[in-house]
């Protein structure tokens, strides 16, 4: 049983770190097209949106204004071209502010 349970640490392990290896292997030394730069830049974008979006309208106690403010201070600051980090953290920030207000 405990063995059993390493070697699936072991191959989750393996199959997560995988594809983050594999580009740095096959595309080292070589210089991407700027458009396909362009489109991975946007990939943390894309995929913070994807993961948060459903969350903005079905808000857990109904609470709409909730999930739309933190929305709009999220896009607000992904618009000014903020980090990912820093877009995530304001609208953190932003909803804080309105649940200690309301």
Request: net charge positive; no cysteine; charged share 10%.
């Amino acid at each position: 049983m405990k063995s059993e349970i390493i070697w699936m640490i072991i191959g989750m392990g393996l199959v997560t770190y995988i594809p983050r290896m594999l580009p740095f292997v096959l595309f080292k030394g070589k210089e991407l097209p700027p458009f396909v730069q362009g489109v991975l830049k946007n990939v943390p974008y894309a995929t913070l949106g994807a993961l948060i979006f459903p969350a903005i309208l079905f808000i857990q106690n109904g609470d709409f204004w909730y999930g739309a403010l933190g929305a709009a201070a999220a896009f607000l600051a992904a618009f000014l071209g903020a980090n990912v980090i820093v877009v995530v953290l304001g609208s953190i920030a932003v909803l804080a502010v309105y649940s200690y207000l309301m």
